[in-house]
């Protein structure tokens, strides 16, 4: 495979960075005091200034001094022309668009790793899945995702962080692995793509639901059940969709859905939790400069479970809660009171002998 054949040499090893939000900047910042020189992408001028002239990112991810091996710019040719490795941390409402505005300059040889979590509304396609859509000339094998219970603020800390790197292809995620494992920063391979994109994706919608749990003051019993059906659901969906079942007991599955519903700087959680306090879902919005991917995602997730018929009752209220304007207690109290039933799903059950 074309890229394999080079070495990790710091000085020869090309790489872009698209997204200059907290965790494209985290991220691409753990790679530059690596010792790489990261080409970062960034929206915003004012932010390409605080890089250059302070070495922070002060409107995504404040006091956090910056590698001089971090070159940004708005150039997004320069970001992601002849790469080795190009990693893309947009929103993931836009995800097609960038991938859109990069498929012409883009090499065929590069290995393309999507950060993002969401899923997207009108196709219900993982990240991935929209660059694969998009970016037609990049062989399949050349596509890698990155997941788990990472929370910017602490990776750019330098706080030690796990998570998967997930790939079809063994040597994409073995190279992926090495680029980005640090003391700090520890990345397991995994084969399961799209079991490790939904975990990164609909445990924000769970996040959502946490978050009005705490809001409501309902207790740590409460919080505990929510995780643990919250995963269920995850599971159920997953496995209609393919991924492996063992994913969800991992980094990507219940590592980040612990993390995010649990987390005090969870944007998820935070949603959640002013929703239950009386705000309306457009104003919290309209006060946050950086994006909570579940607030999108509880609609394509929701959407998707019923063109599935995949059982989602948590994801169906939080649904309900943001866009129907239903009452968090009400939610509560239409999954407290569902029909009784078996705790594990059907094809869980082991029938003893």
Known sequence: MAGFKKSFDVESLRIGVVGAGSLGTALANLLALKGYKVDLWVFEQ????????????????PGVSLSENLFPSRDIDR???????LL???????????????????????????ASKGIENKTHLTMSGVLKEI?????????AVLSGPSFAEEV????????AIASKNIETANFVQHVFSTPVFRAYTNDDMIGVELGGAVKNVIAIASGIEDGL???????????????TEIRRLGIKLGANSQTF???AGVGDLMLTCTGAISRNHSIGKKISEGKKLKDILAEMRMVAEGVKTAKS?????????????????????????????????????????????????????
């Open 135 to 143: 970016l037609l000339h990049i062989p399949e094998n050349l596509f």
């Open 46 to 61: 004012e932010v390409i200034e605080q890089i250059r002239s302070l070495k922070e990112n002060r409107f995504f991810l």
């Open 249 to 251: 007991s991992g980094l």
């Open 88 to 114: 893309i941390v947009v929103p993931s409402h836009l995800m097609r668009e960038i991938a859109s505005r990069i498929a012409d300059h883009i090499s065929d040889q590069t290995v393309v790793v999507s």
């Open 79 to 85: 970001a992601v022309k002849d790469k080795d490795l």
């Open 301 to 353: 997730v929701y959407n998707l479970s019923k063109n599935l018929s995949v059982e989602m009752p948590i994801v169906h209220e939080v649904y309900n809660v943001l866009y129907n304007d239903k009452s968090p207690a009400e939610a509560v109290y239409n999954l407290m009171t569902r029909d009784l039933r078996h705790e594990l799903d059907i094809e869980e059950r082991k029938i003893p002998k």
């Open 217 to 231: 003051g309902l207790g740590l019993n409460t919080r505990a059940a929510l995780i643990t059906r919250g995963l």
């Open 156 to 163: 750019a800390r330098n706080v030690p962080t796990l998570v």
